[in-house]
């Protein structure tokens, strides 16, 4: 794998740290407007498609790792999502960490619709920015302050 692929995984990873690390246990109940998501529903979502993904690439990886979501209910597409912060940074931390493992050390495709392990990288660095987007716009329709723009930048300048 290539060392930008890495680096933009890392960078990707960053930037997730930043909004992590801003958030409070009240903004994790903030809703995305018109009834979408709260902010610990998208975490949750974002940890479930990346083991997901990665569990497509090598099964035995990621599986260990713990969801972050509950109560599922396959109907309606609702669950219940986990709300201690400490428990949502480690989780993230080490699902991100084993997918770029496990993106590393694949021989082959899996059962990937991606081109290659990294095309998967890409994929999920997209789909988070997607999430953190939304988020941000949970936080702000809340009332809850954002993080500093220059912050969440920052990573993707250095």
Known sequence: ?????IHAWQTNNAVN???LNH?????L?????????TVAQHLAHMVECSKSWGMELEPSQLASIPDLYSNYDPE????DAETNLETIQTIMRQTRDMMLKTAQNATSNGKLPHSSPAQMLFHMAIHDAHH?????LAL??????LPDDSALWLPLRT
């Open 76 to 79: 309606t597409g609702n669950f």
């Open 17 to 19: 740290d930043v909004l």
């Open 1 to 5: 794998m290539s060392p930008e692929i």
């Open 23 to 27: 958030l409070t246990t009240d903004m």
């Open 140 to 145: 702000k329709d809340s009332g809850f302050p």
């Open 132 to 136: 953190r987007g939304q988020i941000l």
């Open 29 to 37: 109940k903030a809703g995305t407007p018109g009834g979408g998501y």
